[in-house]
C-alpha cells in the first residue's frame, strides 16, 4: 500500500482552491456571476481558469 504524502496533499488542495477563486474573480471582471464561478472554479480549477481568461466579456456589449 501506498503512503500518501499529507503535506504535498494540502498544499496542492490549497494551490487548486487559490486557482479556482482565481477563475471566479477573472469572471466577475468579464461580467460574469461570481458564486457561480467560484463553486465552478473550485470543482474544475485549472479548467475553470482557462474557461474564465476565453469566455467572451459582457461588459463589452
Known amino acids: 500500500m501506498t503512503e500518501i ?3 504535498l496533499f ?3 488542495m ?3 482552491c ?3 477563486t ?3 474573480f477573472v469572471a466577475k471582471s468579464k461580467g460574469r456571476n461570481f458564486n457561480l464561478w467560484f463553486g465552478w472554479g ?5 479548467i ?3 474557461t474564465a481568461f476565453l469566455m467572451p ?3 463589452l456589449d
Open 10 to 12: 494540502w498544499i496542492l
Open 48 to 50: 475553470a481558469l482557462v
Open 57 to 59: 466579456d459582457k461588459n
Open 18 to 20: 487559490v486557482i479556482g
Open 22 to 24: 482565481a477563475a471566479a
Open 42 to 46: 473550485l470543482l474544475g480549477g485549472t
Open 14 to 16: 490549497i494551490l487548486h
Open 5 to 7: 504524502n499529507w503535506q
